[in-house]
């Protein structure tokens, strides 16, 4: 099966600039995750997509982040501004769905670098 | 909320030495424990985990093990090879909610 996809795989940008990031989810998984992983650090949830319904955004800095899930299949990620500590990898990932206990399928992740 | 602490932070061992990693987690509710590999440039890609109802779990040259009264659990390493190199990372879970991540740890296997 296909994995998790997301583009772009790297990003450069001044801070206060706007980027936006998108994955498409493993066909048939109803959940999706959006981490953030800092480096050095393990990934931490930014938001929890149930199809197109947000399960957990409780982690989001909502003031300059924000995500949706069309049609419950793909989601992007948006930071507008961005800052300085916003310089992480964000990783998208998938599963069956809430409830499922099991592992989630990661994609390769976004390197976002603020400078 | 769900606090998982992992350690060591670095390891360095010889090529067919074993390696553990142990993570400790606070929520009593957590009842699912998986373990991610992480090479460079890539994303998380799980290699093994186990469920609250069950002690151990072996997949060829690694293993589980969950001890729930201390609330803590660890990855075994046999017979380690050079491409086992890379950051592991355990997490923690409840019920199929979010997965709560440590810290990772840095696997060096030297040949």
């Known amino acids: 099966e296909a994995g998790v996809a997301q583009s772009p795989r790297y990003k450069i940008i001044e801070k206060r600039q706007s980027v936006a990031f998108w994955c498409n989810p493993i066909s048939g998984h109803a959940t999706l995750y959006w981490y953030q992983q800092i480096l050095g650090q393990g990934p931490k949830l930014l938001i929890q997509f149930q199809n197109n319904g947000v399960v957990d955004d409780s982690q989001l800095p909502k003031d300059r982040f924000s995500a949706e899930r069309l049609k419950g299949v793909d989601s992007t990620l948006k930071i507008q501004p961005a800052k300085l500590e916003d310089s992480a990898v964000y990783l998208c990932?998938?599963?069956?769905?809430?409830?499922?206990?099991?592992?989630?399928?990661f994609g390769s992740g976004t390197r976002l670098t603020v400078v | 909320g769900e606090n998982v602490e992992q350690h060591p932070s670095t390891l360095s061992v010889q090529e067919g030495d074993s390696a553990v990693i142990k993570c400790t987690y606070s929520?009593?509710?957590?009842?699912?424990f998986p373990w991610y590999k992480q090479e460079l440039g890539k994303g998380p890609q799980l290699i093994i985990d186990i469920r609250s109802n069950v002690g151990e779990k072996k997949d060829q040259r690694i293993a589980v093990t969950l001890n729930k009264t201390a609330k803590h659990f660890s990855l075994h390493i046999t017979e380690t090879q050079p491409e086992d190199s890379a950051v592991y990372f355990c997490a923690a879970s409840t019920n199929g909610g979010k997965l709560i991540f440590g810290q990772g740890t840095t696997l060096q296997v030297k040949p």
């Open positions: 990932a998938s599963s069956l769905g809430v409830g499922f206990i099991g592992g989630y399928t």
């Open positions: 929520d009593s509710a957590s009842n699912y």
